[in-house]
């Protein structure tokens, strides 16, 4: 099983930007598409972005494209998603998760697509 660590959130102003990163353990990562959520207080979790095991197709929520942008570096067993102009609606527990099917083409945005949840990264943007 892909084991998922992130890092890279913390405290910001508004207007400010985050490179969360997630890092994976397992020769398989590669061939697995990856996705990022996120649960803010209160609220249930919800999609980010999303990326094809390949990098070739990519997918936002309405909320955060044109801002975030979610990336991956299979030779370091790491994806990324760049955060700019962050809003404090932003604020919330960030997760990546790995696709539960091994080379499946295209992206997802259902939570029960995925499995491999990471432990999650505190992010809080201020006014």
């Known amino acids: 099983q892909v084991q998922l660590v992130e890092s890279g959130g913390g405290l910001v102003q508004a207007g400010a930007s985050l490179r969360l990163s997630c890092a994976a353990s397992g020769r398989t990562f590669s061939r697995y598409a990856m996705g990022w959520f996120r649960q803010a207080p209160g609220k249930e979790r919800e999609f980010v972005a999303a990326i094809s095991w390949s990098g070739v197709s990519t997918y936002y929520s309405d909320s955060v494209k044109g801002r975030f942008t979610i990336s991956r570096d299979n030779a370091k067993n790491t994806v990324y998603l760049q955060m700019n102009s962050l809003k404090p609606e932003d604020t919330a527990v960030y997760y990546c998760?790995?696709?539960?099917?091994?080379?499946?083409?295209?992206?997802?945005?259902?939570?029960?697509?995925?499995?491999?949840w990471g432990q999650g990264t505190q992010v809080t943007v201020s006014s």
């Open positions: 998760a790995a696709d539960r099917i091994f080379q499946r083409g295209g992206v997802r945005d259902r939570e029960e697509e995925y499995n491999a």
